[in-house]
């Protein structure tokens, strides 16, 4: 870049861009097995960019009978060692691999059918928030989040305490700072609304006024962990050391701890991010409504992404047959 007339600081810039530093880490692997595949195969002279890339992509699909998002993402992966890798995205070649592995993708209706009884029999089983053991009261608090708020355990991760609030009429605005969305490529920061729960055992803000006051500094700041240049005071502590943050994976272990309960044997229970905005719908919350609460851009991703049944609220045989 230097060479190309940038300065110093501008290459710096690009490269050790936080985002694109994480990007090319999750592209390493796919990117060096791509190189080491060329080195040990032969290619004509004056063939078509686009040819090698092909040749891999339907080898490694093949070899390893891997679903079409997988190779979508090692297509991604490999277009970024490219100068220019729109060379290689008009190339017919590869523009008619891309068709042919996506007519064969069979896309299936949702039909799953949850019972979250089981979580909530145990929710009303525990003690009052303040007399539980802060293991359970931190379970219980992000499985509410997950399902009431959406939110996946990277969100709860960045929600920033000293900016979140109670409204008067007693809903919790969460501020998550840095979510897994962006904005025209830009970082954002998201607001999450939860209401209240009539039963206070199921009650996502009574959870979260009772963890905070469990907390010996809940407005202590630590530098944010997608940013170490902004600090923020961090929701979620490790339970054996609350001066210490816990991380998304953490997180999602105490979301399972609890989801665990309604996992049918041999089946893995879904993501709450997924499970709270389908239990929204087949009840009958209108999908504008979930895709604000889910910050989703359109109906077509909540749909395709995240509804797990295609059931409904409605009695459609009665509507139409009166």
């Not at 539980?132 to 920033?160: A, H, N, S, Y």
């Not at 809903?171 to 970082?187: N, T």
């Not at 953490?250 to 997924?274: F, N, Y």
């Amino acid at each position: 870049m230097i060479a190309d007339g940038l300065s110093p600081g501008v290459a710096d810039f690009i490269c050790f861009n936080k985002s694109a530093s994480r990007t090319q880490k999750h592209y390493e692997s796919h990117q060096k097995e791509f190189r080491q595949w060329l080195e040990e195969g032969s290619f004509e002279e004056g063939i078509s960019l686009a040819v090698p890339v092909v040749n891999w992509l339907h080898f490694v699909r093949v070899a390893r009978k891997l679903r079409w998002s997988t190779i979508m993402t090692m297509k991604s992966a490999v277009l970024a060692l490219f100068y220019d890798p729109d060379i290689v995205r008009r190339d017919p070649y590869y523009r008619a691999f891309l068709k042919a592995g996506k007519s064969e993708t069979v896309v299936e209706s949702k039909s799953a059918d949850y019972d979250i009884t089981p979580v909530l029999e145990y929710f009303r089983e525990l003690p009052s928030n303040k007399d539980m053991p802060l293991e359970e009261l931190t379970w219980k608090l992000c499985w509410l989040l997950g399902v009431c708020g959406f939110m996946r355990p990277d969100d709860i991760c960045c929600v920033d305490v000293s900016l979140s609030k109670l409204t008067r009429s007693r809903k919790l605005e969460l501020v998550v700072v840095f979510p897994k969305e962006r904005s025209g490529g830009q970082r954002v920061i998201k607001h999450v609304t939860i209401s209240p729960h009539p039963d206070p055992k199921l009650c996502p803000v009574e959870a979260y006024t009772s963890y905070l006051a469990r907390l010996p500094d809940p407005l202590m700041r630590y530098p944010h962990p997608k940013d170490p240049d902004r600090d923020m005071a961090p929701l979620i502590r490790f339970i054996n050391n609350l001066s210490q943050v816990a991380r998304p994976t953490t997180i999602s272990c105490h979301m399972a701890k609890v989801s665990q309960k309604m996992a049918i044997q041999g089946s893995k229970a879904p993501k709450l991010r997924a499970l709270g905005s389908t239990l929204a719908a087949i009840a009958g919350v209108p999908v504008a409504d979930i895709m604000v609460q889910g910050n989703w851009s359109s109906p077509k991703v909540f749909e395709k992404h995240y509804r797990l049944s295609s059931a409904t609220a409605n009695n459609i045989s009665i509507s139409t047959l009166g």
